[in-house]
């Protein structure tokens, strides 16, 4: 683990508990869609922001990692609303590709935060300028999907 400050810890802790958020939100979006392309995505999604987390967690002293599932208040209404619109919207494709394009949101604008942070160090910025990255063509391609639903 590289030395870092208790604002970097907070930061990284937020991106765990963000992609613990995610990686929930994809599992119900798997679960709740019938369609066999939308169920790949999805889990890809979810396994993506587990992968995150294990790039993250280096980055953690043990003591402040935050807990296996541990989520935010946020996060917690994220899942949510993940759960109650793909119940309302009966497995509509559009409207399952609506609530996964508002997690990615949610996700996209905790890494934009994380990353205007300027005590961060360059191994950890570089990391979550990556996972960023990754973050952003997974947004592209759900707004893509919804768009043509």
């Known amino acids: 683990m590289i030395a870092t400050t208790d604002k970097t810890q907070a930061v990284v802790k937020d991106l765990i508990i963000i992609n613990n958020d995610r990686c929930e939100g994809y599992k119900t979006a798997a679960q709740e869609t019938k369609d066999a392309d939308l169920k790949s995505l999805f889990t890809r999604f979810s396994t993506q922001s587990n992968q995150f987390n294990t790039?993250?967690?280096?980055?953690?002293?043990?003591?402040?990692?935050?807990?296996?599932?541990?989520?935010?208040?946020?996060?917690?209404?994220?899942?949510?609303?993940?759960?109650?619109?793909?119940?309302?919207?009966?497995?509509?494709?559009?409207?399952?590709?609506?609530s996964c394009e508002f997690g990615e949101d949610v996700a996209l604008h905790t890494y934009?935060?994380?990353?205007?942070?300027?005590?961060?160090?360059?191994?950890?910025?570089?990391?979550?300028?990556?996972?960023k990255n990754e973050l952003q063509e997974a947004h592209n391609s759900v707004k893509s999907l919804r768009d043509r639903s």
């Open 55 to 98: 790039e993250l967690k280096r980055f953690m002293s043990a003591d402040e990692a935050p807990k296996e599932g541990e989520t935010k208040n946020s996060g917690k209404l994220y899942r949510a609303w993940m759960d109650i619109k793909a119940a309302v919207t009966a497995n509509d494709r559009k409207g399952i590709l609506n």
């Open 112 to 131: 934009k935060d994380a990353l205007e942070e300027h005590d961060i160090p360059e191994e950890i910025r570089i990391t979550v300028r990556k996972q």
